[in-house]
Structure formats: structure tokens, C-alpha cells
């Protein structure tokens, strides 16, 4: 996988927005990337250092519409902390 197969898209949320002051950035990236992978994607794609990766699996969910049931697809999210000395990433930056 490319770098940018690995990350999908920026997760903005209320957490991930108040957690950016710490150089704490969440993204939704590919269900069947490992924490290495996701950190070299994010090193290469915004150019900065990563120190630490954490990442959540989510299951999707059940949904009905009247008598018709479908699922949700499964989906994974990471944390990803930077390093003190590594620049912050421009994309965040107008979300403070």
C-alpha cells in the first residue's frame, strides 16, 4: 500500500479538535494497516515526525430502515502524536 491508501481522510471531531494544541492528530485510515505503516504514511505524506501511533477498531453497526436491514461498514482510526520538535500539520491548523 501507497501512503495515501493508508490514510483515508481526517477524523474531526470534538476530541480530535481540542486534543490538536498537543500535537495530537486523529485519521481514519485503512482497516488493514499496522502502526508502522500508518506512521511512515503520515511522516511522508505531511512531512513531519511521528513519536507515537495508537490506533481503535470499529465494528460497524446493524441499521434498520422498516423491514430492511444492512450493516455499517467496519472501520479503523489512529492517533497519531507528534514529536515536540516536529512542525504541526497545516491542514489542522484552521480548525482551532
Known amino acids: 500500500m501507497i501512503a495515501h491508501d493508508i490514510i483515508i481522510r481526517p477524523l474531526v471531531s470534538e476530541k480530535s479538535v481540542a486534543s490538536i494544541k498537543a500535537k ?3 485519521f481514519v485510515v485503512h ?4 502502526k508502522t505503516q500508518i506512521k511512515n504514511a503520515v511522516e511522508e ?13 470499529y465494528q460497524g453497526k446493524v441499521k434498520r430502515q422498516g423491514k430492511h436491514e444492512g450493516r455499517q461498514a467496519a472501520w479503523k ?8 520538535e516536529s512542525k504541526p500539520i497545516e491542514f489542522f491548523e484552521s480548525l482551532q
Do not use: I, M
Open 45 to 57: 505524506v505531511f512531512g513531519v515526525k511521528v513519536e507515537k501511533v495508537s490506533t481503535v477498531n
Open 77 to 84: 482510526k489512529a492517533y497519531v502524536q507528534l514529536t515536540k
Open 24 to 26: 495530537k492528530y486523529a
Open 31 to 34: 482497516p488493514d494497516a499496522d
